[in-house]
């Protein structure tokens, strides 16, 4: 996934002060939850594909904002 919803995630997960073990164990996941999904989304990893609704709710929850602060306005945008 090269587009503009890896790269807003990127920039979130990157800006964030927690690790992603961190973020990962906010969320309620296994420690290389994000990590697995972010391998994924850049088609390095075993699943692939685009992220889903509930991950982007989970993913947001273990850094601390709601989805929309997640996504950015310029993605929500689009999608309308």
């Known amino acids: 996934m090269t587009d503009p919803l890896l ?3 990127l920039i979130v ?4 002060p927690l690790s992603q073990v961190a973020i990962s164990r906010a969320a309620g996941q296994r420690a290389t939850w994000l990590g697995d999904h972010l391998q994924a989304w850049r ?3 075993r699943r692939g594909g685009e992220p ?3 991950t982007l709710r989970l993913l947001a ?3 601390g ?3 929309g602060d997640l996504l950015g306005e ?3 945008a689009e999608r309308d």
């Open 7 to 9: 790269a807003r995630l």
């Open 13 to 16: 997960v990157e800006a964030s």
């Open 43 to 45: 088609g390095r990893g």
């Open 52 to 54: 889903t609704l509930a």
């Open 61 to 63: 929850r273990g850094l």
């Open 65 to 67: 904002v709601s989805l």
């Open 74 to 76: 310029e993605l929500l």
